[in-house]
């Protein structure tokens, strides 16, 4: 990362190392462009969301804003973020305290999009606490590193009774020709699933959630991995079963998340 800054101020060698070190925390990462970020209510709720539940009080939305805006001003017009909510009094969350949540941004070259398609391989794995987009990253790369040696692009993660859920960085949807459908499973509610979520119902595409299990996937299906860098990644494969990779069902999903339209930070 270029710049780090915490609570508006830039870190100094302290609070670099309090952040190397802490694994409870949560975070979330965006594309800024002019300015300018999709979802960006989307993520200033996530934040506020998830600091509740980890430190017992919310984050202001003007505070979010304040801090990043502080942190993008007067650089390049196209950087990645990540804003990391911390604690400094660690003992005081072990004893189940409240406190005053810490805001980290660090500022960064600007991602490409991949353009696949991937091969994935199926585990069974589960996050911890999968609908906060927590720190603990360790089984992640672990599962994604272990489908790379195995001669696979990333991980398609299943949980405990089978189901499809998500994969390492991303959502994962399926679209048989007519609906788009997402997995019915504990997974991270990741801000671009919800982004493209909006537009297809803006642009009347059926969308829903039901379970998807490994048995259920034909050569018929396309899927595709979601994240903020990828909206729409085709996958060329699971487990080494071809599915079907078609540029028309790629760029309908990219203009259902371009309908989303910037927000100002």
Same mark, same amino acid.
């Not at 800024?32 to 600091?51: P, Q």
């Not at 990333?154 to 994969?167: C, N, P, Q, V």
């Not at 504990?186 to 909006?198: N, Y």
């Not at 297809?200 to 903020?228: Q, Y």
């Given at each position: 990362?270029?710049?780090?800054? %915490? ?59 304040? @801090? ?24 005081? %969350? ?74 390492? %960085?991303?959502?994962? @949807? ?5 609906? %788009? ?25 059926? @969308? ?47 203009? @259902? ?9």
């Amino acid at each position: 990362m270029d710049r780090v800054e %915490v609570n508006g101020v830039e870190a100094d060698g302290a609070d670099l190392r309090l952040l190397a070190r802490t694994s409870y925390a949560h975070f979330t990462s965006m594309q800024v462009r002019g300015g300018a970020v999709r979802g960006l209510d989307l993520h200033v709720e996530r934040l506020d969301e998830s600091a509740r539940e980890l430190f017992g009080r919310g984050l202001d939305a003007e505070r979010v804003r304040s @801090c990043l805006r502080h942190a993008v001003a007067g650089g390049p017009d196209a950087v990645s973020v990540r804003i990391t909510v911390f604690a400094r009094r660690m003992d005081a %969350v072990s004893r189940g305290e409240a406190v005053e949540p810490e805001i980290a941004v660090a500022v960064g070259a600007p991602a490409e999009a991949e353009t696949g398609p991937l091969r994935l391989r199926s585990v069974e794995y589960e996050r911890d606490v999968p609908h906060v987009k927590h720190a603990g990253t360790f089984g992640l790369v672990h599962q994604r590193r272990q489908a790379a040696l195995a001669g696979y692009d990333d991980a398609l993660f299943t949980d405990r009774r089978g189901r499809i859920s998500e994969a390492s %960085v991303w959502n994962v @949807c399926f679209y048989d020709g007519d609906r %788009v459908v997402w997995p019915e499973a504990a997974v991270l509610p990741g801000i671009t699933m919800r982004l493209l979520r909006r537009g297809l119902e803006a642009k009347g595409v059926p @969308c829903e959630r039901r379970e998807i299990r490994l048995g259920d996937l034909t050569p018929a299906l396309s899927a595709f991995l979601t994240n903020s860098i990828s909206p729409a990644l085709p996958v060329a494969s699971v487990d080494g079963m071809d599915l079907t990779v078609d540029p028309a069902a790629t760029n309908l999903l990219l203009d @259902c998340y371009e309908t989303n339209p910037w927000q100002p930070v």
